[in-house]
RNA sequence: GACCCCAUUGUGUAGUGGUUAGCACCCCACCCUUUCAAGGUGGUAGCACGGGUUCGAAUCCCGUUGGGGUCGCCA
């Protein structure tokens, strides 16, 4: 399980105080040379599965107090737009995944070691290529340009997997500059980790059987290959590895979904690491604090959707009202209910209300829709099992009731309708199932009493009045 | 197929030679209760298999089986 660890850390070790002496100190945030990157390449969409690398890279360089690198792998041109780009800063931004040097949002960029985008940096794989062509450690074939491979055994020394032995003595040349001139993958991708002075590459591990191609590209280019660590793979639910197709592969899928990105990025924790200490839901920081690449798992780990389900509504729960505010009102407006009409507490009352019975955004958009439509829409399962003669009988002695009532807190309105079952010698349910559904149209939803308050006593008795018409009939 | 990685309940994990194998999700039961949740209590379920090494193995070694990944002029 272990295998290779104690060498290999131990060899990390040596090498980043032999940095450190040999490297000038080039901002404050990385005095140590520590500098990991994200290189996403901008599909359209971001892929749970590199969120996850985003932040395994983002807990390490926090750890370390290095430099978290964000680099566009937009090579392949004719994938790429800006929207695109534009999802995975979206994305990072929302997991609050800040990075140290990169592009940014606005058009602007942040680093000395750009640019930060593959295809802006052209001349400099040219550079590269030009140079291996030079030393004949690359030839060119039907137009493309091949990196000629050493035949050999290659090591890797990966944080994660330990010693890996590939025998590459009947590897192939692989092309590292197409027909069309355009650089590859491979050479790209070695050539700005060299450039951009990245120490440590943390990655998926489907990268594994690619590394003996990076490592030799790098020896040829006469650079030091940053350390390896591979990271596990995300599984679908059915165990292989989570595609673009599969349900949940998409960030996006959370953003709208009504997830809290403190609990999506809790969950992505746990997959391939843990605080070992029986305790799943921690803040983020307390995961930079402890987080190790040698903890790392090297087994792949299935995304567990009600798990992350119960998380959200862990975080729901117990994060406060005025934290979960901002998301809540993004909720609700993209549902188009009309919250900006209603008062800014009568908003706050309500997500105090529902975030302790919901687990999503989503969730509680559905609840929050007789908070603020004027009209209640009766879903017709709860009209038939509640407006039969004894429930709408139920209405209209509660109606007469809460005529009278001067005072409609939640807990006076709970002693009326207590003091209104004792009267008619029934329990108190007769009265509250019948004026749930009356007042949202639900059988199932918030707690009554506070949900009545918040309506306020004016509608509630209207939204009273207007069942017993409606369906007295 | 070749090469590489992996293997603790259904899922995520704790466990690094001596534990009644712990925790969480899921599922079930009960309690609480105005519905639904939440919460509380309890329960079902696991070291893939076979060989070693050892007084002793979930833990170390080998093999088997199973799963996953990579074998592009995608990244």
């Not at 944080?159 to 590897?171: K, S």
């Not at 929050?368 to 139920?394: M, T, Y």
Request: proline share 5%; glycine share 8%; net charge neutral.
């Amino acid at each position: 399980m272990v295998r290779g660890r104690g060498s290999v850390g131990g060899h990390v070790h040596e090498r980043l105080v032999a940095e450190e002496r040999r490297t000038p100190k080039r901002r404050s945030s990385d005095m140590n040379g520590l500098r990991v990157r994200f290189a996403p390449s901008p599909t359209g969409f971001l892929h749970v599965g590199g969120a996850r690398t985003a932040l395994f890279n983002w807990l390490y360089a926090r750890h370390a107090r290095g430099t978290f690198v964000l680099r566009i792998e937009d090579t392949d041109t004719a994938r790429n737009t800006a929207e695109a780009v534009k999802v995975i800063f979206d994305g990072l931004q929302w997991l609050g995944l800040d990075w140290d040097e990169g592009p940014l949002p606005d058009g602007g960029v942040r680093g000395d070691r750009g640019p930060y985008f593959q295809s802006e940096r052209r001349s400099i794989y040219d550079r590269a290529l030009r140079r291996l062509l030079d030393q004949d450690q690359a030839y060119e074939s039907d137009g493309a340009i091949r990196f000629r491979m050493p035949r050999k055994k290659i090591v890797v020394e990966d944080l994660i997997c330990g010693e890996v032995c590939f025998d590459c003595t009947l590897e192939q040349d692989f092309v590292i500059q197409r027909k069309d001139g355009s650089p590859v993958f491979h050479l790209v991708n070695v050539v700005d980790d060299l450039e951009m002075g990245i120490s440590h590459v943390i990655r998926g591990e489907d990268h594994l059987s690619n590394t003996p191609k990076h490592l030799a590209i790098a020896a040829a280019l006469g650079g030091t290959a940053p350390q390896y660590a591979h990271i596990p793979l995300i599984l679908n639910r059915t165990g292989s590895k989570m595609s673009k197709r599969d349900v949940g592969a998409s960030l996006g899928e959370y953003q709208e979904g009504g997830y809290l990105p403190q609990a999506v990025r809790n969950y992505l924790c746990l997959l391939g690491w843990s605080l070992r200490e029986n305790r799943e839901v921690f803040p983020i920081e307390e995961a930079a604090e402890k987080f190790e690449l040698n903890q790392i798992h090297r087994s792949n780990a299935r995304f567990d959707a009600d798990k992350l389900l119960w998380m959200n509504g862990t975080y729901l729960r117990s994060l406060s009202v005025e934290e979960i505010l901002p998301h809540a009102r993004t909720w609700l407006q993209r549902s188009g209910l009309p919250i900006a009409k209603r008062e800014p507490d009568y908003l706050k009352e309500v997500v105090l209300l529902l975030k302790e019975k919901v687990k999503t955004g989503k969730e509680l958009v559905e609840w929050a829709h007789p908070f603020f439509q004027e009209e209640v829409s009766f879903q017709a399962n709860a009209v038939k099992r509640f407006f039969d003669p004894a429930g709408l009988q139920a209405l209209r002695e509660l109606l007469a009731d809460l005529s009278e009532a001067s005072d409609f807190t939640s807990s006076a309105l709970e002693a009326r309708f207590q003091r209104l079952a004792q009267a008619h010698a029934t329990p108190v349910r007769t009265y509250v199932h019948p004026a749930r559904v009356a007042t949202t149209g639900r059988e199932v939803g918030p707690s009554l009493y506070p949900s009545l308050a918040i309506l306020g006593k004016d509608l509630v008795l209207h939204r009273l009045r207007r069942a017993i018409e409606t369906f007295a009939s």
